[in-house]
């Protein structure tokens, strides 16, 4: 997943629960259950903060102009733990984060023009 | 009687057992008349790696042979078909509620929550970092 070094990243977090049945829910977050993250590099900054809504929020933050493959960097990978010790969430593999520089878009500019000379025309206008 | 797991194997290994045997044959009759010690010592040589040779392809083909007993035998036994178990009805209504009794142990326990990362971030701006990467 790429991300732009310009840009904050903001990840709900959320607890999910299967049953035996092999049914996947959301479970509420326990009181008192605080979540932790951590990256695998420090050129990427992650910190689990409080949104609007008061619900935890994975926050990462590009701490460098670019980390990705074209400079043999990005594929960093964010770990989610939490304090009551629940299975770990990761962004990692096609989800692991790579810093990029924002796309640049090239823009027609006209030059200094240059006169030449030129009989005048004939043909009456507009 | 089941078919042979592997016919062009066995082509071949007793292909192989085929020209040996010949050889074993001659060397063996060779070790019967005067020769010297060291000629007769090459000759026993051979031997002994032929027929170790030959009682190695043997012992692949009896193999072959034993997994064709015991298919025909698996096949005798019904397989792949396994029927659905008949018993009476109070054994089954005994059975149901000793799974009712399973399914209320497992009811004692939860299993332990995932994080999970939700997949769809928002972004906030900020200043471009002036550090290089990676």
Excluded: C, W
Excluded at chain 1, 19 to 30: C, E, I, R, Y
Excluded at chain 1, 74 to 102: H, R
Excluded at chain 2, 66 to 91: C, N, S, W
Excluded at chain 2, 97 to 110: L, R
């Amino acid at each position: 997943m790429d991300i732009q070094n310009t840009q904050v990243g903001h990840f709900p977090l959320t607890l999910t629960s299967t049953t035996a049945a092999g049914v996947t829910t959301t479970v509420p977050v326990p009181a008192g259950d605080v979540f932790t993250a951590t990256s695998s590099s420090p050129s990427l900054g992650v910190a689990v903060a409080n949104n609007a809504a008061g619900n935890q929020e994975l926050v990462i933050t590009p701490l460098v102009i670019e980390s990705d493959a074209a400079n043999a960097g990005g594929g960093i990978v964010v770990t989610v733990t939490d304090s009551n010790g629940d299975v770990a969430g990761e962004l990692s593999g096609a989800d692991a984060i790579n810093i990029v520089t924002v796309p640049v878009v090239p823009v027609i500019r006209l030059g200094t023009p240059v006169f030449t000379t030129q009989p005048a025309p004939t043909a009456p206008g507009p | 009687m089941a078919d042979d797991p592997n016919p062009a194997l066995r082509a071949e290994l007793q292909a192989a057992i085929d020209v040996l045997a010949p050889q074993i044959r001659g060397l063996t009759d060779l070790d019967t008349i005067s020769l010297s010690s060291d000629l007769k010592a090459a000759i026993d040589q051979q031997i002994v790696v032929r027929q170790r040779r030959s009682n190695l392809l043997s012992s692949v083909i009896s193999t072959l042979d034993r997994v064709i007993v015991a298919r025909t035998a698996l096949e005798a036994d019904g397989y792949p078909t396994l029927p659905t178990a008949i018993i009476a009805q109070t054994l089954f209504t005994e059975l149901k509620g000793d799974n009712s009794d399973i399914d209320a142990a497992v009811g004692v326990f939860a299993p332990q929550a995932t994080i999970a990362i939700g997949t769809d971030p928002t972004f906030t701006p900020q200043p471009a970092p002036t550090k290089p990467g990676p």
